[in-house]
């Protein structure tokens, strides 16, 4: 039935409504006694107030920033004093005005009509008839041409909007280069580039390496420098070559290891080499179970077995850890045998493997 | 209404005075000569606005907003949207010396050589939260007690938007500081997007200028950050208020309440000051927040290196639903045509979910109108006892959040309660898709029972704790009727009826041709509204009150041999009685 959409607005009251209840005169209304309490009340709330403005003013000029940073609950005094001191002084604005309002305002409640949010037909009628006649006196109906020619104009407004924004940055294709290891397909690493240590850049001998040992590893090239000793990669290429290339060498009983086929000879006397990134979003990896060679990403929990191909045991990564094929130098020396074999970090569409 | 003030001190006078003409009516009269202000402000000035607690939830979001706007500028006086690598040489030694960005460098100048600037950007951070976390209450206050019914559905799709532009400028927001964990939410947001089929790369490329991390990525979430979501919000939030103003506040039913009126104090004075007030409260709380609680503390994550990670990284807690549904998500990956490659693990939670559930969010009060057929306009609000389906619904939404919220922390809980990560990670895939079943059924039924109890004080009234005993030897508690004021109260709502297909053919008797969606319309409206108790009939209450009355008149035999303390029963003139004691 169409009438159920129409249901009377008046609802069916088993009880009558009573009417609003009486009103009942609060103490500060009936005893100008309470009355001037209350006023006082929120003067002296206002004026403390003031106190607290006026401490944040000296506690701005007598507190030093800088150097005693965690003297207070960990943080400098100033920026307690300060916070303390604002606070205060907006919170007993807040409260006096709120008790004025509660003791000192009238507190009749009104009542106010309602209307409906709907304009009355009368009104949608005038607006109709207007709109109507300004869109018969522009025309539009009665002149296809302009009108389709104007729409089509408009629409291909678009194109200029979207092809600006061309530049906002180059594709993957644009980037990729296998010789400088630029895109989504290349990292630095090279046939024959040492395997260094994080942070300080010396290159690893298989020996330095326990078993059980997990070293952060890098690519030599992020720490080569040149005949003046500046960095040959610094600022945006380093951080990009870092977010692909950062590896971990890990050290395991040869038995303990399954390589996959093809990769029986990617390690160097138990030494194994993969990348850092993890699979699954792109977080570094380094949370390393060393009894059982699991890899935890501290992101998502995405764990993966080093004695397994870096094969995923756990977690929402979908894609085993790529390994970097490594071997050892004419001077003893770990160093890469080639660049990853596959794209490492999170998946994309145009992942072909 | 008429109030006798004579006898009463000045404050609830409202005699005007007549005005005199003074330097205020000057400029007064002034600007309306120019600006006719006083056509609109006639009405306005003493617009009534309902009072109720809950009507203050939006309001916290509202002046948090307003702080974040205030400390947010303060913050852009100092900060350096770059990402140009140098070596930061300020006060906190630790890190002197060390590359890293200037936005970076920016921060830490703000956070030990700015005075006050430690506090700006804590209060900053802080009524993020407050921002975000009173937008989230302020919405299940709304849906709750039925407040996004028609005339408000809109306002409501506007409410959610607003929540979804918050999430995403905290995003943006704390993104900038360029420290070791924001990085890698970068990093993680970098993953995200890759992931979308045929386009995630150009839109990684495009948004970080190249490959990531690239060095367009901080000034590009900048101005994100401090103009484009910030101007949205603005226009939503006076939108809001606008519609909000328009329509009047909602008010719950009570004596002299009713669907055509408001009833409440006047804007001006009282409204006036109680919000005024709460604004210096809120900014005098986040003041206070900030000076004694640390948040985001980015000299001890240090710069971002992506070689680097923190364990326990986290994102801000209302980021971490999605997140949640990214670490239980089984690593699912499809290889098509040995060419692509569709990342489910990733896409599925992280962009298809939040976009389904803020979709699924705006489209509540439609689907609720569509199965209810109630094309009313509301303005009492409703309980959320009487809505049990609706409350059910919600109940059952926020298990769902709840959940992936928890699996989003999922290695903090299993470090603090030493579980396996896996086994908890296993639980939580489990629970996410059983526990808003589980706790659906619970909420309608626990509901359903709660009006049940209403129509019980209705009928026979309240318990009063008085044990009668029979002259048999039976113990029974006495019941008296509940107050005419909160009887009223308990009745002011709507019959619910349930939709029926009968009635849907053309006069042939053929079935109407939207028949099928009509079925699936009267089954939803049967499960919506099938279960729940009606009030009781004005006949049903003068039968319950003569069953009352004539259980009472039995009773009277027994006046006199009241036990003690059970003389105190309200039906009988108690004056000069005293507890007998004695015993």
């Keep these: 039935m169409s009438g159920h959409d129409n249901l009377p607005v008046q609802v069916e009251e088993p009880i009558d409504n009573p009417g609003l209840p009486e009103h009942h005169w609060r103490p500060t209304d009936v005893d100008p006694k309470a009355e001037k309490r209350a006023e006082r009340q929120v003067a002296a709330l206002f004026g403390l107030s003031a106190v607290c403005a006026v401490l944040f003013v000296v506690a701005y000029f007598a507190l030093e920033v800088g150097d005693n940073h965690d003297t207070v609950l960990g943080m400098g005094a100033s920026n307690v004093a300060l916070g303390a001191s604002l606070g205060g002084a907006l919170l007993l604005i807040g409260v006096g005005i709120i008790q004025w309002a509660r003791k000192l305002m009238a507190d009749v409640e009104l009542t106010e009509q309602r209307h409906p949010a709907a304009s009355s037909d009368e009104d949608r009628a005038l607006t109709v008839a207007a709109l109507q006649a300004g869109l018969e006196e522009s025309g539009i109906a009665r002149r296809p041409l302009v009108r389709n020619s104007l729409l089509g104009a408009v629409a291909i407004l678009g194109a200029p909007a979207v092809v600006l924004l061309r530049d906002l940055g180059p594709t993957n294709a644009q980037v990729s280069d296998a010789e400088t290891g630029a895109g989504l397909e290349h990292t630095v690493w090279k046939k024959g580039m040492r395997v260094v240590r994080d942070v300080v850049g010396t290159p690893i001998r298989p020996s330095d390496v326990e078993i059980g040992d997990l070293f952060n590893a890098e690519p030599a090239a992020i720490f080569e420098t040149d005949e003046n000793g500046q960095p040959l990669i610094e600022g945006v290429p380093l951080q990009v070559a870092k977010s692909k290339a950062a590896v971990v060498l890990i050290r395991m009983d040869p038995a303990d290891n399954t390589p996959a086929r093809g990769r029986e000879n990617w390690s160097v006397d138990g030494i194994l080499c993969y990348s850092k990134i993890c699979t699954h979003v792109g977080c570094p990896i380094s949370l390393n179970e060393r009894k059982t060679h699991h890899l935890l990403c501290p992101c998502h929990q995405s764990t993966f077995d080093l004695a397994d191909a870096g094969r995923v045991i756990f977690g929402p990564a979908a894609r085993a850890l790529p390994q970097l094929p490594i071997a050892v130098d004419s001077e003893g020396y770990i160093v890469a045998q080639s660049d990853f074999t596959e794209p490492v970090g999170p998946s994309f569409w145009e992942r072909d493997s | ?583």
């Design chain 2, 1 to 583: 209404m008429a109030i006798d003030t004579s006898k009463v001190a000045s404050s609830n006078s409202s005699a005007a005075t007549p005005a005199k003409p003074s330097k205020a009516g000057a400029v007064a009269t002034w600007a309306d000569d120019r600006l006719g202000l006083a056509t609109m402000a006639k009405k306005n000035l003493r617009k009534v606005f309902p009072d109720h607690w809950s009507f203050m939830l939006g309001e916290i979001a509202l002046w948090s907003f307003v702080v974040l706007l205030l400390s947010g500028v303060f913050l852009t006086l100092w900060f350096t949207p770059s990402m140009s690598e140098v070596h930061y040489e300020g006060s906190y030694d630790q890190l002197r010396g060390i590359a890293m960005s200037e936005a970076m460098v920016s921060t830490l100048n703000i956070s030990f050589d700015v005075r006050g600037g430690l506090l700006m950007r804590q209060m900053h951070h802080w009524a993020a939260m407050l921002f975000i976390a009173s937008m989230m209450i302020h919405l299940l206050r709304v849906f709750f007690t039925g407040a996004h019914r028609k005339p408000r559905e809109l306002n409501w799709v506007i409410g959610s938007l607003l929540l979804l532009l918050g999430t995403l400028e905290g995003f943006t927001g704390y993104s900038l500081p360029d420290d070791l964990l924001s990085g890698t939410g970068v990093r993680a947001a970098d993953g995200f997007m890759k992931s979308i089929p045929v386009v995630g790369t150009y839109l990684s490329f495009f948004l970080f200028g190249g490959e990531f991390p690239g060095d367009a990525i901080i000034p590009r979430l900048y101005i994100i950050h401090v103009l484009l979501i910030p101007g949205l919000l603005l226009a939503l939030i006076a939108a809001h208020m606008l519609l909000l103003v328009y329509h009047k506040h909602t008010q719950w039913p009570g004596p002299g309440r009713t669907e055509q009126n408001v009833v409440g104090f006047p804007m001006l004075p009282v409204y006036a000051a109680k919000a005024g007030g709460f604004f210096f409260i809120v900014f005098g709380v986040t003041a206070l927040m900030g000076g004694l609680m640390q948040i985001n503390p980015v000299w001890m994550y240090g710069p971002y290196d992506p070689s680097k990670v923190t364990a326990g990284s986290q994102p801000d807690w209302y980021m971490g639903w999605p997140d949640g549904a990214l670490r239980i998500m089984p690593g699912w990956e499809t290889h098509l045509w040995g060419d692509f490659t569709i990342a489910w693990n990733v896409f599925l939670p992280i962009i298809v979910l939040p976009g389904l559930m803020f979709t699924i969010l705006m489209l509540l009060p439609f689907l609720e109108s569509w199965i209810t057929g109630d094309k009313r306009d509301h303005h009492l609000l409703q309980r959320p006892r009487n809505a049990p389906t609706r409350t059910a619904l919600m109940v059952a939404l926020m298990t769902f959040y709840g959940i992936l919220w928890a699996a989003g922390g999922n290695d903090i809980i299993a470090i603090k309660l030493h579980m396996s990560i896996n086994t908890i990670t296993y639980w939580l895939r489990f629970l996410v898709f059983v526990g808003p079943v589980i706790a659906f059924l619970i909420t309608r039924r626990w509901c359903i029972s709660l009006q049940r109890h209403d129509n019980e004080k209705l009928l026979h009234g309240y318990e009063t704790g008085i044990i009668m005993r029979s002259p048999e030897g039976g113990y029974s508690e006495k019941h008296l009727p509940i107050s005419p004021a909160r009887a009223y109260t308990l009745t002011a709502r709507d019959r619910d009826e349930v939709y029926t297909v009968e009635g849907d053919v053309d006069e042939n008797g053929i079935a109407a041709p939207a028949s099928r969606k009509n079925a699936l319309r009267a089954r939803l409206s049967t499960l919506w509204f099938g279960d729940n108790v009606q009030k009781p009939t004005a006949e049903e209450l003068e039968e319950a009150h003569h069953h009352a009355e004539h259980e009472h008149e039995l009773q009277a035999s027994l006046d006199g041999h009241a036990a003690d303390g059970h003389q105190f029963d309200g039906h009988h003139s108690v004056d000069g009685e005293t507890l007998r004691g004695g015993h």
